[in-house]
């Protein structure tokens, strides 16, 4: 068995980093992060790119939010993973070109 009960001298201290308090810095948080999204969607009429774009500022809210300072690192961790995204969609349309050209050769 195992016991349930530890004395202080068994315990042992976890270094967490500090994330900030709930409340006002998320609300915060929530409004730089649909402020950035409308600029990031203006700039594009492609839902694909919009839906990756949707994807990436959410991801990087969340990185964002386990730092101490999420206000201060959304902008460029959002630009960052929209410049991937935006990367990742002309991959895939390049792709899909070859691929439409080359299916024709192959039957």
Do not use: C, Y
């Not at 959410?58 to 990185?63: F, I, K, M, R, V």
């Amino acid at each position: 068995r195992v016991p349930i009960w530890f004395s202080e001298e068994d315990r042992f201290a976890a270094n967490l980093p500090a994330v900030p308090p709930r409340g006002r810095v998320e609300q915060e948080l929530e409004s730089l992060k649909a402020w950035l999204l409308r600029n990031l969607l203006a700039e594009t009429s492609n839902p694909v790119l919009g839906e990756a774009l949707r994807r990436a500022v959410n991801e990087a809210a969340t990185l964002a939010w386990m730092t101490p300072f999420p206000l201060l690192v959304l902008p460029a961790l959002a630009e960052e993973k929209a410049r991937s995204a935006r990367l990742h969609i002309q991959r895939q349309h390049v792709i899909r070109e070859r691929s439409r050209t080359l299916l024709p050769q192959a039957a």
